[in-house]
């Protein structure tokens, strides 16, 4: 070690490596903190690790990024990428169980080689950045006394959520899950949260509830560092009372939000000039991202309600990572609405999300609320319609309604043990968003733009953040 750390003293400043998970929600915000990190801080190097098989599903670009960025791979054991083979809740947690197992082993091995061949070639990490479920990263920065830190890609809110449930309200939120569903429960230096709020990882009987016990994992491998420290996808003004919710158990470091802004507004693309043609404020955009795979019987209440509303749509339905091949895809279960949809709207299979929400013709956003569309709604200045479906998702929508008041949640019922929102229940909170409360709600999406602008500007209180964690690994020449 003292020898590699003598050999560096001729490099000009510290070099970070990013490991990164393999899903958009993760790879976006991590690639931009890279790029801000290797573009804006002089004397800043990185190398940005992603599985060998992002890389050939080309979830990113590697095109526009400074000099001193350069790209990496590890293997998740997957490299030709994972994809689940059914619909069976159990088989489908076996096999993630397996891909989560295989991408520790597998993970280990390629990046302790990345580590080791950065020395020999006298280009020592000096910090370690990771997302959420890489759970074992942080065991093997240990071993070769590299400091780490967190990349929390969603808000701090719900890291707060899982640390207080793991330290003294488990048993309360489960007796509420088992016995109470409407009740509500109070956490520390947070909102007053309903079941529906709560991250769906904490109700045992979610199918995704095994992953649970990776999110234990971070809290208590942070504890074992000598410094933890979390670098959290948010902004201090956005979340303030979350942010010293565990203030004092760890450095937690407000860098967001860390949205890419395009210096392509694709305006030659189809569904640009379609917008275009549209007036101010009059189009509601439609998206649910790459995971969320929406069921027949709700992609017919959404095609019932946008015929009834009759108001102009943007709607992307993208190629979902994980489905089976026992399910319908969403293409064909609007199939039968084509004719009617296609005299109001436009249906994608991709767009450029950001120069979308920024176009003039948006006026509501119907997400489903994973955090980096959250995020860009508050970048944007974009009133949403909430549509969460799962995890993070379900806060994200209530912060939307509640705290930050820019726009309306659905309503969901329960049919025949399937979770629906009613057309009727989306048309409603369509209104509501484009003209009952449409002033409002842009009045306050204007105000959490501008500050969201700010934050990350020079002197901006995210801007200060990052650079003072660059400083702090920073090796001392000499």
Same mark, same amino acid.
């Given at each position: 070690?003292? $020898?590699?750390?003598?050999?560096?003293?001729?490099?000009?400043?510290?070099?970070?490596?990013?490991?990164?998970?393999?899903?958009?929600?993760?790879?976006?915000?991590?690639?931009?903190?890279?790029?801000?990190?290797?573009?804006?801080?002089?004397?800043?190097?990185?190398?940005?690790?992603?599985?060998?098989?992002?890389?050939?599903?080309?979830?990113?670009?590697?095109?526009?990024?400074?000099?001193?960025?350069?790209?990496?791979?590890?293997?998740?054991?997957?490299?030709?990428?994972?994809?689940?083979? /059914?619909?069976?809740?159990?088989?489908?947690?076996?096999?993630?169980?397996?891909?989560?197992?295989?991408?520790?082993?597998?993970?280990?091995?390629?990046? /302790?080689?990345?580590?080791?061949?950065?020395?020999?070639?006298?280009?020592?990490?000096?910090?370690?950045?990771?997302?959420?479920?890489? &759970?074992?990263?942080?065991?093997?920065?240990?071993?070769?006394?590299?400091?780490?830190?967190?990349?929390? #890609?969603?808000?701090?809110?719900?890291?707060?959520?899982?640390?207080?449930?793991?330290?003294?309200?488990?048993?309360?939120?489960?007796?509420?899950?088992?016995?109470?569903?409407?009740?509500?429960?109070?956490?520390?230096?947070?909102?007053?949260?309903?079941?529906?709020?709560?991250?769906?990882?904490?109700?045992?009987?979610?199918?995704?509830?095994?992953?649970?016990?990776?999110?234990?994992?971070?809290?208590?491998?942070?504890?074992?560092?000598?410094?933890?420290?979390?670098?959290? $996808?948010?902004?201090?003004?956005?979340?303030? =009372?979350?942010?010293?919710?565990?203030?004092? $158990?760890?450095?937690?470091?407000?860098?967001?939000?860390?949205?890419?802004?395009?210096?392509?507004?694709?305006?030659?693309?189809?569904?640009?000039?379609?917008?275009? !043609?549209?007036?101010?404020?009059?189009?509601?955009?439609?998206?649910?991202? !790459?995971? #969320?795979?929406?069921?027949?019987?709700?992609?017919? =209440?959404?095609?019932?309600?946008?015929?009834?509303?009759?108001?102009?749509?943007?709607?992307?339905? &993208?190629?979902?990572?994980?489905?089976?091949?026992?399910?319908?895809?969403?293409? =064909?279960?609007?199939?039968?609405? &084509?004719? =009617?949809?296609?005299?109001?709207?436009?249906?994608?299979?991709?767009?450029?999300?950001?120069? #979308?929400?920024?176009?003039?013709?948006?006026?509501?956003?119907?997400?489903?609320?994973?955090?980096?569309? !959250?995020?860009?709604?508050?970048?944007?200045?974009?009133?949403?319609?909430?549509?969460?479906?799962? $995890?993070?998702?379900? !806060?994200?929508?209530?912060?939307?309604?509640?705290?930050?008041?820019?726009?309306?949640?659905?309503?969901?019922?329960?049919?025949?043990?399937?979770?629906?929102?009613?057309?009727?229940?989306?048309?409603?909170?369509?209104?509501?968003?484009?003209?009952?409360?449409?002033?409002?709600?842009?009045?306050?999406?204007?105000?959490?733009?501008?500050?969201?602008?700010?934050?990350?500007?020079?002197?901006?209180?995210?801007?200060?953040?990052?650079?003072?964690?660059?400083?702090?690994?920073?090796?001392?020449?000499?």
């Amino acid at each position: 070690m003292d $020898n590699n750390n003598d050999s560096s003293k001729s490099l000009t400043g510290p070099h970070f490596l990013f490991v990164t998970f393999p899903a958009q929600g993760h790879i976006n915000p991590s690639l931009e903190l890279a790029k801000r990190l290797a573009g804006t801080i002089a004397g800043v190097r990185v190398t940005f690790a992603a599985p060998i098989s992002t890389y050939n599903r080309r979830l990113f670009s590697k095109e526009n990024v400074p000099e001193t960025l350069i790209f990496a791979t590890y293997s998740d054991g997957h490299d030709d990428g994972f994809k689940s083979s /059914t619909s069976s809740d159990k088989t489908r947690q076996e096999t993630a169980g397996r891909y989560m197992s295989e991408m520790k082993r597998r993970g280990r091995e390629t990046l /302790t080689e990345l580590i080791e061949d950065n020395r020999r070639q006298n280009q020592p990490f000096t910090c370690v950045v990771y997302t959420i479920l890489l &759970t074992w990263v942080p065991e093997l920065t240990r071993e070769f006394h590299i400091p780490s830190a967190l990349l929390w #890609v969603q808000p701090v809110t719900v890291f707060s959520i899982f640390y207080h449930y793991f330290n003294g309200y488990a048993d309360a939120i489960s007796e509420m899950a088992d016995n109470d569903p409407s009740g509500s429960i109070k956490l520390p230096a947070l909102p007053q949260f309903r079941l529906r709020d709560l991250p769906t990882f904490l109700v045992p009987e979610n199918p995704y509830s095994f992953l649970l016990p990776a999110f234990r994992e971070h809290i208590e491998s942070l504890k074992q560092d000598e410094n933890p420290k979390i670098l959290v $996808n948010s902004f201090q003004e956005l979340e303030q =009372e979350a942010f010293s919710s565990v203030l004092g $158990n760890f450095k937690i470091v407000p860098i967001g939000p860390l949205i890419t802004p395009r210096t392509d507004s694709r305006s030659g693309a189809e569904y640009i000039q379609w917008l275009d !043609t549209k007036n101010d404020l009059s189009v509601l955009y439609i998206s649910f991202g !790459t995971v #969320v795979v929406l069921s027949k019987k709700q992609i017919v =209440e959404l095609c019932k309600a946008l015929i009834k509303s009759q108001r102009p749509f943007l709607w992307v339905i &993208t190629e979902k990572l994980h489905t089976s091949k026992e399910e319908e895809n969403e293409e =064909e279960s609007i199939r039968s609405f &084509t004719e =009617e949809l296609d005299e109001i709207g436009m249906v994608v299979s991709w767009c450029d999300q950001l120069s #979308v929400l920024k176009h003039r013709s948006i006026g509501c956003f119907v997400t489903h609320c994973g955090w980096n569309s !959250t995020l860009e709604s508050l970048v944007a200045g974009v009133p949403v319609v909430a549509f969460p479906q799962w $995890n993070d998702q379900m !806060t994200n929508g209530k912060l939307l309604e509640e705290c930050w008041r820019t726009g309306v949640r659905v309503m969901e019922k329960k049919e025949d043990e399937e979770v629906v929102v009613e057309s009727g229940e989306i048309k409603r909170c369509i209104e509501e968003v484009m003209d009952e409360k449409a002033e409002e709600f842009r009045r306050n999406t204007a105000r959490w733009r501008d500050i969201a602008a700010e934050t990350v500007t020079e002197g901006g209180s995210s801007f200060k953040h990052l650079k003072a964690f660059v400083n702090e690994h920073i090796v001392p020449w000499g």
